[in-house]
């Protein structure tokens, strides 16, 4: 079996400072969300149309 690590990346509206943000990891069957300045915490994951109303909403406000 293949496992590979996802791709975290942040937002670009985070800056550069790095402090108070998350990382998204983005596959076809979730998405995952972990805290950026610990990174060995546990993530949390969602389904793809959870996180794109999430993404619709936090864009609304």
């Given at each position: 079996?293949?496992?590979?690590?996802?791709?975290?990346?942040?937002?670009?509206?985070?800056?550069?400072?790095?402090?108070?943000?998350?990382?998204?990891?983005?596959?076809?069957?979730?998405?995952?969300?972990?805290?950026?300045?610990?990174?060995?915490?546990?993530?949390?994951?969602?389904?793809?149309?959870?996180?794109?109303?999430f993404v619709r909403y936090a864009a609304a406000s």
């Amino acid at each position: 079996m293949n496992v590979t690590e996802p791709t975290w990346f942040k937002s670009s509206y985070s800056g550069t400072a790095g402090d108070n943000c998350i990382e998204v990891a983005v596959a076809e069957q979730a998405v995952r969300v972990r805290d950026s300045k610990d990174t060995t915490r546990p993530h949390l994951t969602i389904e793809p149309h959870e996180w794109a109303q999430f993404v619709r909403y936090a864009a609304a406000s």
